[in-house]
């Protein structure tokens, strides 16, 4: 029996059917035509895991690049934001305001009345480090997009496979935002921190819908596919002009602040890093809503409470809370050290969708409880002690305690996360009687009551889900 899914729930594997909904015009009538004729290109007994693992391993290769040549997430100073009373950016110092409400207000002044200042371009990498983000990160998305494809081509389909594709889409999805922040030229800093934020939330926020739908729905623009491809050009452009490009500002590059409406307005020239961050905050909105509204519409379809559900949002949000009060009370973790901070909280991250998704297959309970974020509570109540209660700090008494921690952190977040991944992969290979990395009764027949979904054809009716492995429509909405 398995740690994470019990004997009780093993049989919900076998009977599990996946189902998901892709609106993405690009993927339909390009990038599917695109992905059918690279599925041939492997042969048929390369396990569709195997294809998915190929592909983060393109990812790996692009961050080690940036451990060694931008290790400081920035290669340029940052620009003084001109705000009124003062030089202030609400993201990189804290408001000198006395109030919640004071400090609210000076964030909206800050967007008006402004401009950003030139900055002294200084050393950065050399193009063929960005250039091979964007072919590594365009490997990665090819890769991920045919293993459905190639399960469905050797008979190979099971649960693991969405399982094991969503794990991997977790991990990709806290490497790539330090990577974007490298590109953007944002450093380690609270920028880097809202990125992080914004993309886990978005990743969250679909697997909490499937879970309660039961379907997959990813929306016109997606992150998985649009996404994805923006990300892409940004790396090829950060390639042909620097990281410091994206530090212009918005009304520089299109050539309008020269306009005499917009003089007269006094609009804030956002630099465009900011300026993309600013669309990531409002492509969450969006999401909240579309997402919410599928998980309403399918527990009213149910019978059940429609509020109900919104529990399930609640760790996410402790665990996000609990980061970021610690680096609030760690600057010198925040602006030093974010690295290895951002991947034990990716880690910690992907042990939660793990989790989520584990249940959603073997349908079980909503995974409320993470070990992991009664970790970082704790850590983040021991950074606050001198500040909220005069305490003294056990485990951040000097900035190499601090550090030290820090990695200790990250060092537990991932022998509980390869605990999970190994005792998952286990049960799954067990109970459906088939390899991980392998295609287990390659040229050879299935013993009979094997497990193997045949993939069912979707209703001519509009929206109708699509059924399948997961490979075939991705795991996160933008």
Known sequence: MGYFIPASREENLRKYSYKGYDGSLLSKYILTPYWNNLVKVFPDWYAPNLITLSGLAFVAANVLTMVYYQPSLACAPKPIHKAIGGQWDPLFDRASVSNPAQAAKAVIQSIWHGSTINIEKIACPAAWVYMSWSIGLFIYQSLDAIDGKQARRTGSSSPLGEVFDHGCDAINTTLEVLLTAAALNLGMGWWTVASQLLTLANFYLTTWEE?????????????????????????????????????????????????????????????????????????????????????????????????????????????????????????????????????????????????????????GPFPFINVLTIWSAIGALDANLPRYFGVRSFLHNTQDQALSFVYLSLATSLVVYTFFVSDTIATFCRVLDINCLTIKYYGRPKPEGSFEKEPQEPAQSAPAPQTGRAGEVRQRKV
Request: aromatic share 16%.
């Open 211 to 363: 879970y309660h739908t039961g379907v997959l729905y990813l929306s016109a623009f997606s992150g998985p596919v649009e996404g994805i491809l923006m990300i892409c050009v940004i790396y090829f452009l950060t390639a042909l002009y620097g990281p410091t490009f994206w530090d212009q500002g918005i009304l520089t590059v299109t050539g309008i602040e020269n306009f005499s409406i917009v003089n007269s307005l006094h609009i804030k020239n956002l630099p465009l890093n900011e300026a993309f961050l600013t669309f990531g905050f409002f492509a969450l909105i969006f999401n909240i809503a579309g997402s919410y509204k599928n998980v309403y519409e399918a527990t009213v379809k149910k019978g059940e409470s429609v509020l109900l559900p919104l529990l399930g949002l609640f760790p996410f949000i402790c665990q996000a809370t609990t980061m970021i009060a610690w680096l609030d009370a760690s600057p010198y973790i925040r602006t030093k050290h974010l690295l290895p901070f951002a991947v034990f909280w990716g880690l910690s991250f992907a042990y939660q969708v793990g989790l989520l998704i584990t249940a959603h297959v073997s349908k």
